[in-house]
């Protein structure tokens, strides 16, 4: 670093006009601000700056820029792997920009770059409308939205990049850009799928839907001996699927032990996840082909508040939780694979688990090369994720995480959903194929030739 003083005191004598928040390390508010979702990790920033304008935004990246500074930009703080933060670097944390203004008529909304799901949902469904999202109401639109956005509507409605009509942005040189279908199409291709390597996004806009106020949820719960029928009669359901289904198809543990029946509790469980946009007996019927393979221990199904099922993870998933996480997609999952992946679970400690989720429907209505994001072809999309707290697990539960993946990955196809990418999977050629990655590294070379954008899946120029 060039500057002799911290960042943060640099950043207070040199950013003459910025309307912000400067926070340093010697700051009362430093270590709530430094903190992030994930809490395996801890790290330092040497300044965190909090614009409030798109003006601030393009100062901060030419201080980090004229100092050599790493430069991190955190949406809702999210990330799952800690790229929002950085050690001794700049953060530019977004958490001014939470505007969300709806559209009702024209069934658009634009939202700031710092706001939330809940934030948005809760906006949207006073109109009766919606734009697919994640499942936990506290993630930021910003991280979820530039790896594609994966979560309960996406099957009636696409992906959440699929509903992107325009980004604002400021680009590595300061200038605020607007890219759209018209307007800079060529990066409004790369943004949607590999946004973070282009510049810090200020604003969205989605297109709406006319949904609500109710979604109808389901979990059936079976016996870990009972798995294999189960998944024979999901994988045979996939291609006929009605798209207001969204379901999934889990190896989990019956954990915390007192929620479950005394018959599954503290053992491996399959599950099947579901949820239908229209009603409890359109639902019924729609998944009445899963219902002759097997006999379940618990079996519900109930209409619920769209916004009441969209915080129902929230508390599973709370800020402190520690988290790792390896997925990848594929066409079909063998029955040994199953074997092994149910036998692995059951070596798991507390909430470790591999979900098998549909895609189709709306997400396949699209071309594979419509944007950056890879994978909507694939049939399934899995996750390998363990959830706990204790730091002295750190390692055993990465480690259950890698050997989870490694059970599936003979099964899976090429590309990565970005959000969900395992600690060793490096390269734009792994995540998005070579085709993609090399229109991408052009597109780096054009809007980023100093890889100022670096602290995420980085495309090099």
């Not at 977004?94 to 949902?121: H, I, N, Q, Y």
């Not at 009972?226 to 019956?254: K, Q």
């Not at 950056?372 to 390998?384: Q, W, Y």
């Amino acid at each position: 670093m060039s500057i002799s003083v911290t960042p943060a005191d640099a950043a207070r004598e040199e950013l003459s006009g910025f309307g912000g928040q400067l926070i340093g390390p010697g700051d009362s508010s430093y270590d709530e601000a430094r903190a992030v979702y994930n809490a395996m990790i801890d790290r330092r920033p040497g300044l965190i700056a909090r614009p409030s304008d798109a003006e601030d935004v393009a100062k901060v990246i030419g201080f980090a820029r004229e100092h050599d500074l790493r430069l991190a930009i955190r949406g809702g703080g999210h990330n799952g792997a800690g790229l929002g933060t950085v050690d001794d670097g700049v953060v530019i944390d977004l958490s001014s920009f939470k505007s969300v203004e709806v559209d009702p008529k024209a069934r658009k909304v634009r939202v700031g770059g710092g706001a939330t799901w809940g934030d948005v949902d809760s906006a949207t469904g006073e109109h009766g409308l919606a734009t697919p999202s994640g499942i936990i109401s506290t993630t930021g639109v910003g991280g979820l939205t530039l790896g594609g956005g994966v979560g309960r509507l996406q099957r009636p409605f696409g992906l959440t990049v699929d509903n992107l009509t325009a980004v604002e942005l400021v680009t590595a040189d300061g200038r605020h850009v607007r890219a759209s279908e018209d307007e800079e199409p060529e990066l409004f291709w790369g943004m949607r799928g590999a946004g973070a390597n282009f510049g810090v996004v200020t604003a969205f806009e989605f297109k709406l839907h006319e949904f609500g106020p109710n979604l109808v949820r389901g979990l059936r719960i079976y016996r870990p001996e009972d798995a294999l029928a189960v998944w024979d009669a999901f994988r045979a359901f996939l291609p006929t699927a009605p798209r207001e289904l969204s379901f999934s198809f889990v190896i989990g543990r019956a954990w915390p032990n007192e929620d479950y029946p005394s018959e599954i509790a503290g053992g491996p469980i399959a599950v099947i996840s579901f949820s239908h946009t229209v009603s409890e007996v359109a639902a019924l019927e729609a998944i009445a082909p899963l219902g002759k393979a097997a006999k379940p221990v618990v079996d519900s199904v109930a209409a619920q508040p769209y916004l009441e099922v969209q915080g129902l993870y929230d508390e599973a998933y709370a800020w402190g939780v520690r988290f790792a996480a390896g997925g990848g997609y594929a066409n079909d999952i063998r029955p040994s694979t199953m074997s092994a992946v149910i036998d692995h679970v059951a070596n798991g400690v507390d909430d470790a688990g591999v979900s098998f989720t549909a895609q189709g429907g709306a997400i396949a209505d699209l071309p594979e090369d419509a944007m950056a994001f890879t994978g909507r072809s694939a049939p399934l999309r899995i996750l390998a994720e363990e959830m706990w707290v204790d730091a002295d697990r750190d390692a055993d539960a990465k480690r259950w995480c890698l050997e989870a993946r490694d059970i599936f990955k003979p099964d899976t196809i090429g590309g990565h959903y970005v959000n969900e990418v395992p600690d060793d999977v490096t390269g734009p050629d792994a995540i998005y194929g070579p085709a993609k990655a090399e229109r991408l590294c052009a597109l780096k070379r054009a809007w980023d030739p100093d890889n100022v954008f670096r602290l995420n899946h980085n495309i090099a120029p």
